[in-house]
């Protein structure tokens, strides 16, 4: 039967301290015991159902958490303050000293930085692939690997992971398929296609409001658990906690996600199919000319399409800042970087979101200069964004003028 994130979510039924319809905001640090022995258990971690103190788990983190584990199909969940304080514990909780990790080469700039300039200092060694080229993946597995990470969909070049295909090689070599699945929540279940450890920045879609960061380990409840242990889990220790109103705030934004989804998707596939029908370098995973459309087609749940993130390539830095900067001031978006916003957002990944990556590198994976990253807004009629962005294109000469 085919899986239904959005079904999911919505079956989860809940009643507030009070009766609320919404569960009540847990607003405490630490929590009292009836009994000292309870205490106790509680740290040796023997006591379900207990709180100790609101960095290991609160009431408001669970109710996200449970929602967040029933999106992916996972057991369990861990919400963290952001998308980086979820993506490094979970390496740092995987690996020691001397151990190796495969990644794609084309993962978001905080990522890349963490496994090419900080996992370095602990002995922590990564190679970098083209996650695409499933023979070099495997060659890049020494006896030493322990992860495989990976994003379903990468940023900004939008190539596609083959999940089934990577998940049959983690296991082949032991390893833990990580995917990271921020840019495309409900269109692919990556635990569902064999992923271990599915990652969300809540930053992005899930929330949607571009109101606060915050992050989600999806995974199996021994690996939860292990992350949360109060004398060697990562999250634990490290501290990211995601703070009780924001698991709240967050947990209501989750429940229109299916519908902002699809109008992402549906925005983003209509603007790709003019944008790239005017001649222009587009670049859309829905778009059967993507190299890897297939792939991605294989692998979602078809009802929420292909997403809301595409690039176009304008040929120069200058032509990108200028095109840009003249949609923001035609109130066609704004100029930022960070993506599931309402309004579309655009911004030049090579000299900002993937800017900790060498130039060398960029040229070598593709990463043009005049490459322009959107985030495609919920716009309720864009055949009228896409006609005025399509007038700054022409005016910049991005476009040749058509007389009609
Ligand atoms: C933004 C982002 C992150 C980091 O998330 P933060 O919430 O900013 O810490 C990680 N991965 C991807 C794909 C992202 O887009």
Redesign the pocket.
């Known amino acids: 039967m085919a899986f239904k994130p959005a079904n999911k979510i919505q079956d989860l039924q809940y009643f507030g301290e009070f009766g609320g319809v919404n569960p009540s905001i847990s607003d405490s640090s630490t929590y009292t015991f009836l009994s000292a022995k309870t205490m106790f258990d509680t740290f040796e971690g023997n006591a379900d159902g207990c709180y100790l103190y609101s960095r290991h788990s609160s009431p408001s983190n669970l109710y996200l958490g449970e929602a967040l584990a029933q999106m992916e199909g996972t057991e369990a969940a861990h919400v963290t303050a952001?998308?980086?304080?979820a993506?490094t514990p979970v390496i740092l909780q995987l690996c020691q000293a001397n151990d190796h990790i495969v990644a794609s080469r084309t993962i978001?700039g905080?990522?890349y930085a963490y496994l090419k300039n900080f996992t370095p200092r602990l002995n922590i060694s990564t190679s970098f692939v083209d996650i695409t080229k499933l023979e070099a993946v495997e060659a890049a597995i020494t006896k030493n690997t322990k992860i495989l990470y990976c994003?379903t969909v990468s940023?900004p070049l939008l190539e596609v992971a083959n999940i089934k295909a990577l998940a049959v090689l983690a296991k082949k070599y032991g390893l833990k398929l990580v995917v990271?699945n921020?840019?495309s929540p409900l269109s692919i279940s990556p635990a569902q296609l064999g992923a271990d450890i599915v990652i969300h920045?809540?930053?992005?879609f899930i929330n949607g409001s571009s109101d606060t960061?915050?992050?989600v380990i999806c995974a199996s409840q021994q690996f939860i658990d292990q992350l949360r242990n109060v004398n060697d889990g990562a999250c634990m220790l490290l501290g990211a906690t995601m703070d009780s109103y924001r698991a709240a705030s967050i947990l209501k934004n989750l429940r229109t996600l299916h519908i902002r989804i699809k109008q992402h998707s549906r925005n983003a596939l209509y603007l790709a199919e003019m944008f790239r029908n005017d001649g222009l370098k587009t670049v859309y995973p829905g778009l059967n000319t993507h190299t890897s459309h297939e792939i991605f087609a294989d692998m979602m749940n078809p009802e929420y399409g292909f997403g809301g993130m595409l690039t176009i390539d304008v040929g120069s830095l200058e032509k990108a800042n200028e095109l840009m900067e003249l949609m923001q001031s035609n109130n066609l978006g704004y100029l930022a970087v960070?993506?599931g916003f309402y309004k579309t957002l655009f911004s030049a990944p090579g000299s900002s979101t993937s800017s900790e990556i060498p130039e060398e590198e960029q040229k070598e994976m593709g990463l043009s200069d005049g490459l322009i990253r959107f985030s495609i807004g919920l716009d309720n009629d864009i055949e009228r964004t896409y006609l005025q962005m399509k007038k700054c294109m022409q005016q910049i000469g991005v476009l040749q003028k058509v007389s009609v």
């Open positions: 952001s998308g980086m304080g993506i978001y905080g990522t994003e940023n990271d921020t840019f920045s809540l930053t992005k960061v915050g992050g960070s993506l």
